[in-house]
């Protein structure tokens, strides 16, 4: 992102205020409520409101800039900017209008499944040119440059993809990344490549799979600041096992061998050089180098993961994160640019014996040599001041029993930080902090945003401006520019529930949110969230039981929750989740019990949940189903097995069934490997107990999923066939992990309800 100062964004002012600010919202008692579909749910205009995205302020501080959604098709973007001598919003690039339709490869498709956009269609990103005149636009795989006066510059114009694009450090040269090499050329001029092509199993400038989809790293080169250097990522997956992925479509198959590492397997061979724009002076960084013996898998030097790849700002070194196999010891690394040689920082440990080390974009190398360092050390995730004159010094920032969740921004100068946090009084909220650092003194975090919401936030490269996105239960997504002290500058989308608000026809029957808490075996209190639909006394209602279970996500907050959840409510159904211990954001010993136990304490946390439920006078007891996705497929799986009886259906979305059909860095940094932990496999597995499920079950399941193959569906599938087991399924042919769109997501849930009421798991007459 490029800075946004705060004398640009104070002379935007009131300005960017939407003509939704002067309406007022609509009265329910003036308004019959109006029947809320899954049709209309995944239809267009998006029943949220505006979703932009990747909001930027060009060079020259004339134009805010941001992709917007269009009303009549929610999941294409378009660039649109704020002329602020104008003082109008316009479209500068149409993606109708530019692209050419073109299909994507099957690379560019993956990688975009990799960075959860699968979906979106049109502009997905894009980059301002340093004289500010233009745009970088990826757009149908090729490559444009968007002058802001209407010219259109075709960069690019192959049956190949161009992936990872990106301008350099200054602006000078444009790279790719075509055909497994590294492409670079200076704008506006004809790219050449400056790696070499090796074959099928090695590529330049990619990250690996396991990069992609389990460690937030989605690119595999690292302009230097100045231009000079470019570091990049060379892997060769030769060694990596192939499953033959058949992405099984309406009108025919496409095979694919798809090289995925299965847990206990071998990952890529991981190498990284360094090399001038034309790929000459290339040298070599020995990423070997400093091992511990006791840390890296059976003295392999290869065995570790490429973390996290960033230059000083003055170019004059390249840091790496290498991470070892068993995701317990992290160190820092130095290396010289000019000749590859490898320093060591320090290292992090993982907080508990018992534990791992969970990966983190919250850090900054500032101008100084200091280094600002996310860490869960004290057992909750806080922040940290290392010295550039002595790495071996360092200061904690922040701390206490709450969990920094998001490094926004530094001001330098001023010596001032910016983050988000939990709240130490409600976990369900995160709120924007700042605080004043340094080696000398510290001062106390300061909250910038009011209490009643949710929020996360963006910032400028020099920490003047903050970019906020708040909402609640009662709120859909707003968006702000907000000054250092959290005041704010102007709307960039107020997203009033106003008279023309796309969800005000069923504002009348929006129901609120409970919250609460219930204790887990050991005491722990488990946040809740239920939405109930309006009730008769002394009538019970069924419960549609959401969950996820697995590390990672916090399903339970205090945000907006979609029109999803709504529906589900208008169809007379209790909306309930529940965050398990193993769950995010609620400190290190919240998440540890899973280690080496996945399909145990989350399914014992998720049966308390059940079984307050049936406490409740208006809940039908016989009526609580169960549904969940990935992970929750998972548990609905060992939910079923573990308590038969407990659950009046289960709705299992394409679920790991085995954990070592599932890839080696998420696997492993929870389970082990099956070789060390076979025990603990065998335990986590949905399958020894598949024949014991006795509750209706329906699977659903991506036929061309990537992330959790088909085999996971099939390995189950096949077992209760064979044990004459009754089950329901449905597959959905070509579609990868992501089983969504306008038609196809109202089909699934329209399936999930038919079969609910199919065994009888239905609102009172």
Known sequence: MRPITYAAALALGTCLATPLAAQTAPSSEETAPVELTFERVFASPDLDGPAPRQ?????????????????????????????????????????????????????????????????????????????????????????????????????????????????????EYVSFVRDRQLWVGEVGEEATPITPKEGEAIRWGEAEFVAQEEMGRLTGYWWSPDDRRIAVERFDESMVGIVTRAAIGATGTKVFDQRYPVAGSENADVELYVMDPDGRNRVKVNLADFQHPSVYTDGDPTDFYLARVDWAPDGGALYIQRQNREQTHMDVLRVDPATGAVAPVFAEKAAAQDYWINLSDDYRILDNGDLIWWSERDGFGH???????????????????????????????????????????????????????????????????????????????????????RSNDDTPPQIYLADQQGERLAWVEENRLDSDHPYAP?????????????????????????????????KRYPVYFYHYGGPGPQIVNRG????????????????????????????????????????????????????????????????????????????????????????????????????????????????????ADGAAYEAASAIPNATQISDPLLIIHGMADDNVVFENATEIISRMQEGNVPFQMMLYPGYTHRVAGEQISPHRYNTVFRFLEHHGVTPPE
């Open 55 to 171: 909001a930027k302020l060009s060079p020259d501080g004339r134009y805010l800039t941001l992709l917007r959604n269009r009303e009549d098709d929610r999941e294409r973007y378009d660039l649109w900017g704020y002329d602020r001598e104008t003082g109008e919003w316009s479209m500068l690039v149409d993606s109708e209008a530019l692209g050419t339709g073109r299909e994507l490869s099957e690379d560019e498709k993956m990688q975009r499944e990799r960075a959860r956009v699968g979906n979106l269609k049109g502009i997905i990103s894009y980059q301002w040119t340093r004289d500010g005149e233009g745009v970088l636009v990826p757009l149908d795989g090729d490559l444009y440059l968007a002058r802001i006066g209407g010219e259109v510059v075709q960069l690019t114009d192959t049956e190949e993809s161009e992936l990872n694009p990106s301008l350099s450090g200054t602006g």
């Open 560 to 675: 907006w929750n979609g029109a999803l959840r709504q529906a589900i409510v208008d169809r007379g159904y209790i909306w309930f989740a529940l965050d398990n211990r193993g769950s995010a954001n609620r400190g290190v010993a919240f998440e540890q019990p899973i280690y080496r136990a996945m399909g145990g304490v989350e399914v014992r946390d998720q049966k308390a949940g059940a079984e307050y439920l049936k406490t409740l006078g208006f809940v039908d007891p016989d009526k609580i189903a169960i549904d969940g996705w990935s992970y929750g497929g998972y548990m609905t799986l060992k939910q079923l097995q573990a308590d038969p009886g407990l659950y009046a259906a289960g709705i299992s979305g394409a679920p790991v069934t085995k954990w070592e059909l599932y890839d080696t860095h998420y696997t492993e940094r929870y389970m082990g490997t099956p070789q």
């Open 506 to 538: 069923f504002l009348p029957s929006h129901r609120p949110t409970q919250y609460g808490t219930i204790a887990a075996e050991d005491g722990t209190p488990l946040y809740w969230e239920m939405v109930t639909p309006e009730m008769e006394p002394g």
């Open 383 to 469: 922040l940290y001041l290392y010295s550039g004159d002595d790495w071996g010094t360092s200061r904690q920032l922040t701390r206490g029993e709450f969990v920094v969740t998001k490094l926004v921004g530094v001001d330098q100068f001023a010596g001032r930080l910016f983050f988000l946090a939990t709240s130490e009084d409600d976990p369900l909220e995160q709120h924007v902090y700042a605080l004043d650092y340094g080696f000398e003194t510290i001062g106390a975090p300061r909250r910038l945003t009011e209490s009643g919401y949710t929020y996360s936030a963006t910032m400028d490269g020099k920490g003047q401006t903050l970019l906020v996105t």
